[in-house]
């Protein structure tokens, strides 16, 4: 077994959006996915995007992949990473892919300075937060999500 992470391409761009449902169907959440193949071509790799994205291989074939982009820390003074996604297929877990993919982020934020690596994981995926705390990730329990979407935000921005 060799497992591998290289930058993702447009090409990937159908692969991306097929974990993407995937995660989504985990998550219970498949009706919310709105993006189309093109929308994650467009978004992600457009020269201007301010996001990344990774392909996780094993032998060769796609397993999983991660997206991230930089925020910024005022407290630190300095850029952070967030992972927006970080998915392996059910059928290549345990194998070690999450764990690789995982840290080759992390060597890549603290390469580029990041005083933080963030991401959010969902309260009842068990699985998930058993994977992050064995890797030494705290949960950040005193901060509060929130978030305008859809109507909402068009609601508010139009106020």
């Known amino acids: 077994m060799t497992l591998s992470v290289r930058n993702a391409h447009p090409n990937d761009a159908a692969t991306i959006h097929r974990f ?34 990774f392909i996780c291989e094993m032998n060769g074939e796609a397993i999983g992949f991660a997206v991230y982009f930089y925020n910024y820390s005022t407290w630190q003074g300095r850029k952070g990473m967030y992972l927006e996604d970080l998915y392996i297929s059910p059928k290549s877990r345990g ?45 950040q329990s005193e901060w509060v999500k929130y978030r305008l979407a859809g109507d909402d935000l068009l609601k508010f921005a139009d106020a």
Do not use: M
């Not at 959440?29 to 993006?35: M, N």
């Open 20 to 53: 993407v449902v995937e995660l989504a169907i985990y998550e219970k959440a498949e009706h919310e996915v709105k993006a189309s193949i093109a929308d994650i071509e467009q978004s992600i790799f457009a020269v201007d995007s301010p996001v990344k994205a």
């Open 95 to 139: 194998l070690g892919a999450g764990k690789f993919l995982l840290q080759h982020l992390a060597k890549i934020a603290v390469a580029e300075g990041c005083g933080r690596f963030e991401w959010s994981v969902l309260d009842w995926n068990q699985p998930a937060i058993d994977f992050y705390h064995a890797v030494g990730a705290k949960p």
